[in-house]
Structure formats: structure tokens, C-alpha cells
């Protein structure tokens, strides 16, 4: 037996079905999940990862070695080609000693230890950076501001495909 040929309009794809109605609230409880974490990746850029290249921005041009500095738990940790590095900075000035706590986020290749160095602005002690955050300053913004934008993308889009979802329904 032979079949008669199918037209554009006679096919019917038996692939596509629809999900189900009965679970939008469990469709919905992950895209919120998912927002809120993605929300809190947002705040923590925001809050640890911001300051340090506002500041090292505003330094950069008139920083200089500081001999009386020292680097206290200082890290780096690679995913891939992503480098996070933390630590805590101490100078010694003659008010006081100025502690800060750094985070860097940059992009790069790079296998084995970084060395650093303590950088502080004369004027500005309390805004002491490293010259491995002054070296990447280009790098960190891109990152962050690339990082942030597109976490906000992710939101703004799990947020409107529920809205549209939910409109259908």
C-alpha cells in the first residue's frame, strides 16, 4: 500500500504538546528560586566586589607603593578562567592602622600563585588596594559590569516569561 503524500496542511507533529496545566505552581516556585538566587549573586557583586573597584578607580593614578602595609589571608581560587581573589589589607599610618577587605573578580589565564603588592593613595589611606587590583582595573569592570548585566538579564527574563506564562493561563 502506498500512502498518499502529506501536505503542509494535512501535518500534524505528534512532538509538540503543551505541558500540562496542573503544574504551573511548581513551574513558578523554581522561577521565583531561581530569581531570588540570582538576586542574591546580584546583591553580593554589589556589595563586596563594587566597592573595591570604585575605589581602586579612584586611586589608581596616585597610588603608591606602601612599604608599611602587609596582605593578611589572602587568596585566589580559578574556576575555569574566572579568578576570585580575597584579602585583607593592613597600613600603618600615623593615625592609626586602616584595615580593608578586598575582593577581585577578573578574567584571564593564569596557573600558579599571585604575588602582590600593598598600594595605597598618600591622600586617601583608607582606600589601600594591591597592584594586582590596580593591573586588572580594565579587566575587573568589564567582569563586573558584564557579570551584573547579565545576572540582571537572567532576572528581567525569568520574570517576564512568568508574566507571559501567566497571562495565558
Same mark, same amino acid.
Given at each position: 500500500?502506498?500512502? !498518499?503524500? /502529506?501536505? #503542509?496542511?494535512?501535518?500534524?507533529?505528534?512532538?509538540?504538546? $503543551?505541558?500540562?496545566?496542573?503544574?504551573?505552581?511548581?513551574?513558578? *516556585?523554581?522561577?521565583?528560586?531561581?530569581?531570588? #538566587? $540570582?538576586?542574591?549573586? &546580584?546583591?553580593?557583586?554589589?556589595?563586596?566586589?563594587?566597592?573595591?573597584?570604585?575605589?581602586?578607580?579612584?586611586?589608581?593614578?596616585?597610588?603608591?607603593?606602601?612599604?608599611?602595609?602587609?596582605?593578611? /589571608?589572602?587568596?585566589?581560587?580559578?574556576? &575555569?578562567?574566572?579568578?576570585?581573589?580575597?584579602?585583607?589589607?593592613?597600613?600603618?599610618?600615623?593615625?592609626?592602622?586602616?584595615?580593608?577587605? @578586598?575582593?577581585?573578580? *577578573?578574567?584571564?589565564?593564569?596557573?600558579?600563585?599571585?604575588? @602582590?603588592?600593598?598600594? #595605597?593613595?598618600?591622600?586617601?589611606?583608607?582606600?589601600?588596594?594591591?597592584?594586582?587590583? =590596580?593591573?586588572?582595573?580594565?579587566?575587573?569592570?568589564?567582569?563586573? $559590569?558584564?557579570?551584573?548585566? !547579565?545576572?540582571?538579564?537572567?532576572?528581567?527574563?525569568? =520574570?517576564?516569561? =512568568?508574566?507571559?506564562?501567566?497571562?495565558?493561563?
Amino acid at each position: 500500500m502506498t500512502k !498518499a503524500p /502529506e501536505t #503542509a496542511s494535512s501535518y500534524r507533529p505528534d512532538a509538540l504538546r $503543551l505541558p500540562p496545566r496542573g503544574h504551573g505552581w511548581i513551574n513558578t *516556585f523554581w522561577v521565583l528560586f531561581g530569581v531570588m #538566587a $540570582l538576586g542574591g549573586i &546580584l546583591i553580593a557583586c554589589a556589595v563586596y566586589t563594587a566597592p573595591a573597584v570604585i575605589s581602586d578607580w579612584q586611586v589608581h593614578a596616585a597610588a603608591k607603593a606602601a612599604p608599611d602595609a602587609r596582605v593578611s /589571608e589572602g587568596k585566589c581560587s580559578a574556576k &575555569l578562567v574566572i579568578h576570585i581573589c580575597d584579602a585583607t589589607l593592613a597600613l600603618r599610618t600615623p593615625t592609626g592602622t586602616v584595615t580593608r577587605r @578586598v575582593n577581585y573578580v *577578573f578574567i584571564g589565564l593564569h596557573a600558579g600563585d599571585y604575588r @602582590v603588592g600593598v598600594m #595605597a593613595d598618600p591622600a586617601r589611606p583608607d582606600f589601600v588596594t594591591t597592584d594586582l587590583g =590596580l593591573d586588572r582595573l580594565w579587566n575587573r569592570t568589564i567582569t563586573l $559590569l558584564v557579570g551584573m548585566g !547579565a545576572i540582571a538579564a537572567c532576572i528581567f527574563g525569568a =520574570l517576564l516569561s =512568568l508574566l507571559r506564562n501567566r497571562r495565558t493561563a
